[in-house]
């Protein structure tokens, strides 16, 4: 298998990954904040995140993913106080949807969920070894890091601290500090908050200190790889390495990833615009969650992924092809050696699949491979090259790459899949009654049957090598 090499944020360059332990990549990847159902665009990240988890594993290395939900912050304190909820009645739905989101996906689930609200005791740890080591201080039960303290902040971001201003949204915090810029890691409870006893009195962690904490728990303190979309670059991940390298001297991540934001018809989505779309949304208007996993994955995550309906309907154009080539081999016949032309074709898919994925996670690459094979199998079926053994070759080489895809097999989308199979297999029973009427010269039963097969948006071709078909 091919080394992979991914995009490093920190340094903005391409470099091969190379894990702490040979064989075994551990991630961590910020989850949503669990305060209103996610938006497609988070979506997007969190699939890109899952391609990333599926290629590596499909490039040989066991993954362990550590994804967090973030079930305390300003936002689910504020609606759950506006609900008249805990936090944790209010967070619940909204975690409960989120998941129910990532299975309509088909995201494989990461090994560790781990929730802020459960992780206070490692919160509390990291920032007392940070004021120990001259870090961080208290301030009317508030405790922040000082970023002056750390000489190599910015280096993830590029970030020149110099220009950060009074009033800068990074400095825009009521807390009281020694610095406009340093952050809290812990806020002091304000009335009508939620809160948990603390050294400096009670309070809560803040966003940036609870990836850290249970980034460390889970995967150690130097772990290799670290993803989010690429808003969360600054402040959150700067300030990240910024306590958990302040803490242990170590480095803390090997390799960052982030991907671009979608946006919707070449806007960013806002709630003004009314193009802030959810799953439900689109599932409501009647689009298939597969064409919505093959449409994301299609797109590198370095790009922009500029959402419309149309290029929704272009994904589901393209899995429909492969549906289709499935369902001709399994009415092919079978005869003969198996045929050598094919088996170079499977070779070639697996090794241009690989190398694309290995290539900073080329998925537009791994896909044009994949669809190269697919017209190299109908060419196949036409010319009656299918020998013994074939089929399930073939099937075998989509269900290798659908690993990484998980988007090809109809039958894993049983909600969705259009009768297609079945009604495939009528509308060839109807193409062959047409054909037979032709042959025995009755040309009006022919075009009844024609416009029969119009009606259903069936589209006839006629070639020397017989009657071709496709949907409308
Ligand atoms: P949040 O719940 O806001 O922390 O976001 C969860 C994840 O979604 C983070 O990795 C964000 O970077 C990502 N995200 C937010 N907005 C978008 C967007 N429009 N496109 C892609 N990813 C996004
Ligand atoms: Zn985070």
Not at 255 to 275: A, C, F, T, Y
């Amino acid at each position: 298998m091919p080394e992979p090499v991914l995009f490093n944020t920190q340094g903005r360059q391409l470099a091969p990954l190379v894990p702490v332990e040979p064989g075994v990549v551990r991630m961590y990847t910020c989850g949503p904040t669990v305060y209103n159902e996610v938006h497609i665009g988070n979506l997007r990240t969190f699939l890109f995140e899952d391609l990333l988890r599926r290629s590596l594993a499909y490039l040989g290395y066991r993954v362990v993913q550590v994804m967090n939900l973030t079930d305390v912050d300003d936002k689910t304190i504020l609606g759950a106080h506006r609900a008249g909820l805990t936090l944790a009645d209010y967070t619940e739905p909204f975690i409960e949807s989120f998941l129910r989101d990532l299975d309509t996906l088909h995201l494989e689930r990461p090994e560790h969920f781990p929730r802020a609200t459960e992780h206070i005791p490692e919160i509390l740890e990291l920032i007392e070894r940070l004021i120990e080591r001259g870090f961080a201080y208290e301030s009317d039960g508030s405790v922040f890091f000082s970023i002056a303290r750390d000489p190599d902040y910015g280096k993830l971001s590029g970030f020149d601290l110099a220009q950060v201003r009074r009033g800068d949204r990074v400095a825009n915090d009521e807390y009281a500090k020694d610095d406009v810029r340093d952050f809290a890691l812990w806020k002091a409870v304000k009335p009508g908050e939620p809160a948990w006893d603390s050294p400096w009195g009670p309070g809560r962690p803040g966003w940036h200190v609870e990836c850290s904490a249970m980034a460390m728990k889970y995967l150690g303190e130097t772990f290799d790889l670290h993803c989010g979309g690429v808003d969360l670059i600054f402040p959150h991940h700067e300030n990240e390495i910024a306590q958990s390298e302040s803490a242990t001297d170590q480095t803390f991540v090997r390799h960052w990833v982030h991907s671009e934001h979608l946006i919707v018809d070449g806007q960013k989505m806002s709630k003004s615009l009314g193009n802030q779309y959810t799953l439900t949304d689109l599932l409501g208007r009647g689009y298939a969650a597969r064409a919505i996993r093959y449409l994301f994955l299609s797109v590198h995550y370095r790009q922009k992924l500029n959402f419309t309906f149309e290029s929704l309907d272009g994904a589901a154009g393209a899995l429909r092809r492969v549906d289709e080539m499935r369902f001709r081999l399994a009415h092919a016949a079978e005869a003969g050696e198996p045929d050598a032309r094919l088996a170079a074709s499977v070779e070639r898919l697996k090794t241009d699949f690989a190398t694309a994925l290995a290539d900073d996670l080329n998925a537009a690459a791994a896909l044009a491979a994949l669809f190269v094979f697919v017209k190299e199998v109908n060419v196949a079926i036409e010319e009656k090259r299918i020998g013994g053994g074939d089929r399930e070759r073939i099937a075998a080489a989509l269900a290798d790459v659908d690993r990484v895809l998980g988007v090809l097999d109809p039958a894993a989308w049983p909600a969705e899949a259009p009768a297609a199979d079945d009604d495939a297999a009528e509308i060839e029973s109807l193409i062959q009654a047409r054909n037979d009427a032709r042959k025995r010269r009755d040309f009006a039963e022919g075009d009844r049957l024609r416009d029969e097969l119009t009606a259903r948006g069936i589209v006839l071709e006629d070639t020397p090598q017989g009657t071709r078909w496709k949907r409308r």
